[in-house]
C-alpha cells in the first residue's frame, strides 16, 4: 500500500508538470502536492500510536497551508487561475489586508514549522518547542476568523465560514497535548540553581531590562486596547488620529487583535514579569513560547495589514510617523521573543531547587531558618 501511494504521487507529480494546461480545477494543483507529500508518510515507521496521529495531523495541516498560500499570492495579483471559485463564493473577508498577510504566515512559517515537526517526528525526536511557538501561532490566527462578523463582511456568512470552528479546536487540542505531556526539560536544579535564585533583580542587568520592556509593553497594550474599546480619552483620540488609524478599519480585525491582547495578552505579560522577579516559576518555560509565537503572527499580520495595498489611505499609518509606529511594533514584537529565548538560555532561576540533605532555609523554601527564631 505504502508502495502504491509512492508511485500515485510520483506519477501525478509527472502530469502536473507534463500536462500543465489540462489542470482547470482552482484545488487540483495543491491536492496534487498533498498526495505526494503523503506518500512520503506512509512509509512503515516504527512509532506510538500519538505519534503517528501528530504526524498525519501535521501533513493534513500542510496541504492547508498550500491553499492559504495560493490564495493571498492570487490576492496580490501574484499568480492567478486558482482560486477564483472559492474567492467569489467563499470567504470574502480573505481578500483583505488582514487576512492577506494571516495567510502568508500560515503558508510560509506554518508550513515550515509542520515539517520541523515532521521531521522530528520521524526522527523520533521531541518538538516540544516547535510545537508550543505553533500551537500559539495558529490560536492566534484562527481566533479572529470566527469573530469577523462583527466588521463590515458580517452580513456576508457562508458556509465555509463555519469551517474555521473546527480549524480552531485543532490547535487548542494541540496546544493542551503539548502543555500536559511530560517535559523535555529538567524542573529540579541544585547548586547552580541556587546560586541563580539568590541574585536579587537589580544584580541580574538582563532580567533588569527585560523587566523595564515588559512594563512598556503593558503600557502600549492598554493603550491600544481602550483605543480599541472607544474610551473617551485625548491620548486615545491623538493615537488613533496620529499614529496607528488602521485600528479603526471597518473589517474589524484590527480591533478584534487589539482586544484579544488587551484581554488575554495582558494578564500573561504580568504573569512574565511576576515570573522574572519571583524564583522558581517552572511555567515559565512553556508560556513564554506559546506567547511568543502569538504574537509573532498577530504583529506580523497587524503591521504587514497596516501597510499592504489594499488597505484604503485613511486607514493608513500616517508618513511623518510610520517610523515611529513600526519601532513600537518591533520593540513590542521583541519583547516575548527575548524573554522566551532568557527562560531557554539559562533557566536556572526558573527552576525548582531541590533540598541538599541536612540543609533548611533555601531561597524558595517554606520553611523558615530556625536559627533567627532562637536569636
Not at 83 to 112: N, R, V
Request: hydrophobic share 45%.
Amino acid at each position: 500500500m505504502s508502495y502504491l501511494c509512492y508511485l500515485t504521487g510520483r506519477k501525478s507529480s509527472y502530469n502536473l508538470y507534463a500536462n500543465p494546461k489540462s489542470l482547470r480545477h482552482c484545488f487540483f494543483h495543491p491536492l496534487l502536492l498533498y498526495i505526494g507529500s503523503f506518500s512520503m508518510f506512509t512509509k512503515p515507521l516504527a512509532l506510538d500510536a500519538p505519534s503517528v496521529l501528530a504526524l498525519q495531523f501535521f501533513a493534513e495541516f500542510c496541504f492547508t497551508c498550500v491553499i492559504d498560500l495560493v490564495s493571498a499570492l492570487e490576492y496580490d495579483g501574484i499568480i492567478s487561475g486558482f482560486m477564483e471559485f472559492y474567492q467569489k463564493t467563499g470567504e470574502p473577508y480573505l481578500g483583505t489586508s488582514y487576512a492577506i498577510m494571516m495567510c502568508y504566515w500560515d503558508g510560509i512559517a506554518h508550513f515550515i514549522m509542520y515539517l520541523i515537526m515532521i521531521s522530528r517526528i520521524t526522527d523520533r525526536k521531541a518538538y516540544r518547542t516547535v510545537g508550543l511557538l505553533w500551537a500559539g501561532s495558529l490560536c492566534a490566527n484562527m481566533s479572529l476568523f470566527p469573530l469577523y462578523v462583527i466588521g463590515k463582511y458580517g452580513s456576508e456568512i457562508r458556509p465555509a465560514f463555519w469551517i474555521n470552528f473546527l480549524f480552531l479546536l485543532m490547535p487548542i487540542l494541540g496546544g493542551v497535548s503539548l502543555f500536559t505531556r511530560p517535559k523535555d526539560r529538567p524542573l529540579i536544579g541544585g547548586y547552580n540553581a541556587q546560586q541563580a535564585q539568590c541574585m536579587k533583580l537589580i544584580w541580574r542587568p538582563q532580567d533588569l531590562v527585560l523587566v523595564v520592556l515588559l512594563l512598556g509593553a503593558i503600557a502600549f497594550t492598554i493603550l491600544r486596547g481602550l483605543v480599541a474599546l472607544d474610551a473617551p480619552l485625548e491620548v486615545c483620540s491623538d493615537y488613533l488620529r496620529q499614529y496607528e488609524p488602521y485600528l479603526k478599519d471597518p473589517v474589524g480585525f484590527p480591533r478584534v487583535m487589539m482586544l484579544h491582547q488587551f484581554f488575554y495578552g495582558l494578564p500573561l505579560l504580568g504573569a512574565f514579569v511576576y515570573g522574572l522577579l519571583k524564583p522558581g516559576c517552572t511555567w515559565m518555560a512553556d508560556w513564554t513560547l506559546f506567547f511568543a509565537g502569538a504574537m509573532v503572527q498577530c504583529q506580523w499580520a497587524h503591521i504587514g495589514g497596516s501597510l499592504h495595498p489594499r488597505t484604503t489611505a485613511p486607514y493608513r499609518i500616517p508618513a511623518e510617523s510610520l517610523c515611529m509606529v513600526l519601532t513600537a511594533n518591533l520593540i513590542y514584537v521583541l519583547t516575548p521573543i527575548l524573554v522566551a529565548v532568557r527562560v531557554r538560555s539559562n533557566p536556572y532561576f526558573f527552576l525548582k531547587i531541590a533540598p541538599f540533605p541536612g540543609q533548611t532555609g533555601l531561597p524558595n523554601s517554606e520553611e523558615k531558618d530556625t536559627k533567627y527564631k532562637e536569636k
